[in-house]
């Protein structure tokens, strides 16, 4: 054998056994929160938050002025400079399991676009992860969702 073949066993060796190792996923505490309209159009549903903010969520009996804080319906408006000053929806919030749902007082009509808002998206983080990322989302710190009812 010779000599110079002896030099692409290792990087055979490294090649093979770096590919066997384990990918580590990076998981942060707001990577899985999602928000859509419910399937009959009735209402919209903040889903997937983790089981310990739920129960906080839950326990807490909070306002709907405090609910709006923290997740919000809002019209769609042609103005987009005037999009971040609207006031939001009126409605009821429940929170069952891992999903808030918001419900309108006087329901969403057909064919008009609206938008959802969940400002956690820094709040459930961890502060580790914020400080190891040296900055807060580029968002804003909110989730939006956009749709229209049909």
Known sequence: MKLKNLFYIPAIIFLTLSGCREKETVKTA????????????????????PLNIAEEL????????????FFAV????TDME???????MD?????KNSLVEFIPVIGFKKGKA??????????????????SK???????????????VK
Request: with cysteine.
């Open 30 to 49: 707001n990577s899985g929160i999602k928000i859509r309209l419910s399937p009959d159009s009735s209402s919209v549903e903040l889903y997937n938050i």
């Open 58 to 69: 839950r326990k807490d009996s909070m306002e709907n002025d405090r609910w709006k804080d």
């Open 74 to 77: 809002y019209e769609e408006t």
């Open 82 to 88: 005037m999009r971040d000053f609207q006031t939001a």
């Open 91 to 95: 409605g009821a919030y429940t929170v």
């Open 114 to 131: 609206y938008f959802s808002r969940c400002y956690t998206k820094d709040i459930l983080e961890e502060p580790e992860d914020i400080i």
């Open 134 to 148: 040296r900055e807060l989302s580029s968002t804003g710190g909110f989730l939006e969702y956009k749709f229209t």
